[in-house]
């Protein structure tokens, strides 16, 4: 029973949603403002019962860990910017944020992700079959008239400037090929929701 | 008023109903177009093919009710695979909804497969904390997970304690939509402890996998519905990916129609100036 509500209650929110398509309308709003609040509610709730609670508050009053008071401290501080007289208190918070973040990404991502994306790009181009030395041609080349482009501190002229123009060929393909995967993405989605109201609403297929 | 300057008014709800015609009629009448199979995805079920029996497959459903309708089918494909080939699967989350909707899809395999829970898989629900909680998690599990989705102590469960770190996964699966997920786990869990990592991503953030691909950073790729589609061919599975190959074959022929027949209209319009 439960389930049958849900998904009327599905299906009527997606038809509202799909309105819009037509005009801008009540239903669309209805629906959208659902979403939001929803979407409010449940992240509330995440925060609170994956994050804070488990992580801060249970280890406080649960276990004692009583030196959990100055994470909440500098989390509180991140508030301070309501009050004028104390807002450069922010910094605290965010100058701890930062620095975590910065201490546990740079070495991960230049052992995982610039040395082995450099590495990738020193490919043979002999002793391999006639496809995969053009294959590897075409990333080198890429790479190199790609990074030419970013290069700015000479005018791009001359051959800096066909080089440059040349890689904006590059990144044009490269966009041409998100933007085609882009659009599959949307289609695909709008096939979720067809596939839910033909199949689990109305039972047609 | 000619054709083109007709068309060049055409009010564009007229698109919007063409393109949903173009989506339901294949769904109602399968037209079951042939779906070629791409190396990446070929990849990811030569890997599977290749693990030994019982081998530990870690799945992370990174993704939310947004990205369903592009990973969902991806995700019973790529179970039932691992079941049939008697592999256990260790399911976890990057995301809070990611877990709830990989557990959907884990119980209905599982029953079907007549797999137990804690023996043959298990699902230790969703984990916060993105790269921190990966580079633990590697190190040593129980650090990070000590009880399952449903509160259970993973101890206490045969497959929880058979994994105690990263050495003890054959591969890593992630069906990815985003940050948290398969960048996080190429970065911060492959780079660091060498576990080989597959994924399945929607189809807008398959592009930029492409140079992990090449690099070997990442053994295989299912990307969008396509990939989920590809997947359930190989592994001879008619689901959703297939189900929707054919709308989205239509569609994109459309479109390209439609762009064709915009830039005529432009140039007709260029030449009358």
Redesign the interface.
């Known amino acids: 029973m439960m389930n049958t509500i849900g998904i009327w209650i599905g299906a009527l929110l997606t038809l509202a949603i799909y309105s819009f398509?037509?005009k801008d309308n009540p239903f669309y709003k209805l629906a959208e403002n659902i979403f939001v609040g929803v979407s409010a509610g449940?992240w509330a709730v995440?925060l609170w019962f994956?994050?804070a609670w488990p992580n801060l508050f249970e280890p406080l009053f649960k276990k004692g860990q009583w030196f959990n008071i100055f994470p909440i401290f500098i989390g509180i501080l991140m508030f301070a910017p309501l009050i004028p007289r104390i807002s450069w208190m922010v910094r605290i918070p965010l100058t701890f944020t930062m620095g975590v973040a910065m201490a546990?990404?740079i070495t991960?991502?230049v052992?995982?992700?610039i040395f082995?994306?450099l590495?990738?790009t020193f490919l043979p181009l002999t002793g391999v079959s006639f496809f995969d030395a053009f294959s590897n041609l075409l990333?080198i080349c890429g790479v190199i008239f790609t990074l030419i482009y970013f290069y700015f501190s000479k005018e791009h002229k001359g051959v800096l400037g066909i080089s440059a123009r040349i890689g904006i060929w590059f990144m044009m393909v490269?966009f041409g090929?998100?933007f085609g995967?882009?659009?599959?993405?949307r289609?695909?989605?709008?096939?979720?929701?067809?596939?839910f109201l033909?199949h689990n609403w109305l039972g047609?297929? | 008023m000619n054709i083109f300057e007709r068309l060049s008014q055409l009010d564009r709800r007229i698109i919007f109903l063409l393109v949903a015609i173009a989506v339901i009629v294949p769904m109602i009448v399968p037209l079951n177009l042939p779906v070629d199979i791409t190396k990446p995805v070929k990849n990811v079920y030569d890997k599977i093919e290749s693990l030994p029996e019982g081998s530990v497959v870690l799945v992370s459903t990174d993704y939310d009710p947004g990205s369903e309708a592009e990973l969902y089918p991806a995700t019973e494909a790529f179970i039932e695979h691992c079941f049939r080939r008697n592999l256990k699967i260790y399911m976890m989350g990057l995301w809070p909804a990611g877990s709830e909707l990989g557990n959907i899809a884990l119980n209905k395999i599982a029953k079907y497969y007549n797999k137990k829970y804690g023996e043959d898989f298990i699902n230790v629900g969703y984990r916060p904390g993105g790269a921190v909680m990966l580079l633990s998690l590697g190190r040593n599990f129980s650090d990070v997970i000590k009880v399952d989705y449903q509160g259970i102590p993973v101890d206490s469960l045969p497959l929880g304690r058979r994994v105690k770190s990263a050495r003890d996964l054959s591969m890593v699966m992630t069906f990815s939509a985003g940050d948290p997920g398969i960048i996080h786990w190429i970065i911060y869990f492959h780079a660091r402890y060498g576990v080989p990592v597959c994924g399945a991503t929607t189809a807008i953030m398959a592009p930029q996998q492409y140079p992990y691909l090449s690099s070997g950073q990442l053994v295989g790729l299912l990307g969008g519905l396509k990939g989920a589609a590809e997947y359930e061919t190989l592994v001879e599975r008619r689901g959703r990916g297939l189900r929707g190959m054919d709308s989205q074959s239509i569609v994109h022929l459309l479109l390209v129609g439609f762009i064709g027949l915009g830039n005529v209209i432009l140039l007709y319009q260029r030449r009358k100036k």
């Not at chain 1, 995967?181 to 993405?185: D, E, S």
């Open positions: 398509l037509y449940y995440v994956d994050y546990v990404s991960q991502i052992q995982g992700d082995p994306q590495q990738a990333i490269s090929a998100s995967y882009t659009i599959m993405a289609v695909s989605l709008f096939i979720g929701r067809i596939y033909l047609v297929i």
